[in-house]
C-alpha cells in the first residue's frame, strides 16, 4: 500500500475569491467552475508547482494562528513581497526582523504564510 498528498484544503468565507488570491500569488490557475462554496487550483507535475489546492466555504471565521502554513520563496524577495501585498496579502513581519531572511503575511481571508529569500 502507498499513501501521498492528494491536496491542501483551505477554509474560506469566499473559496473562488481566497483560490483566485493564491493562485495569482503562485502563478497558477483556478480550475474551471469555482464558486463561492468551492474552488481548487490543479496541481502541474511537469513544472513542479506542487499538489492541489483546494478551499472550501465554512460558516465560520479564523479565529486562531494557523498550525501549518506555506513558505514561498523568491530570489527578489522585495520585489515579490509588493506584488503580494498588490494582490491583497497584508505583511506581518519584515525581513529586518527576521535576519533578512523572510517576510511573513496574511492572505486576504487571514491564513499566515511567509516569503523567504532563496540566496
Given at each position: ?65 494557523n498550525r501549518v502554513h506555506f513558505d514561498l520563496k523568491a530570489a527578489d524577495v522585495l520585489a515579490e513581497a509588493d ?37
Amino acid at each position: 500500500m502507498t499513501i501521498s498528498v492528494l491536496a491542501i484544503s483551505f477554509d474560506a468565507h469566499d473559496a473562488a475569491q481566497l483560490a483566485q488570491f493564491w493562485a495569482q500569488a503562485l502563478h497558477r490557475s483556478v480550475n474551471e467552475g469555482a464558486t463561492k462554496d468551492f474552488a481548487a487550483i490543479a496541481a502541474d507535475a511537469d513544472s513542479g508547482l506542487g499538489v492541489v489546492l483546494m478551499f472550501h466555504k465554512v460558516p465560520e471565521g479564523k479565529t486562531v494562528k494557523n498550525r501549518v502554513h506555506f513558505d514561498l520563496k523568491a530570489a527578489d524577495v522585495l520585489a515579490e513581497a509588493d506584488r503580494l501585498t498588490a494582490l491583497g496579502a497584508q505583511q506581518t513581519r519584515s525581513l529586518v526582523e527576521n535576519n533578512n531572511r523572510w517576510i511573513s503575511f496574511l492572505d486576504p481571508e487571514g491564513n499566515e504564510f511567509d516569503l523567504v529569500a532563496s540566496r
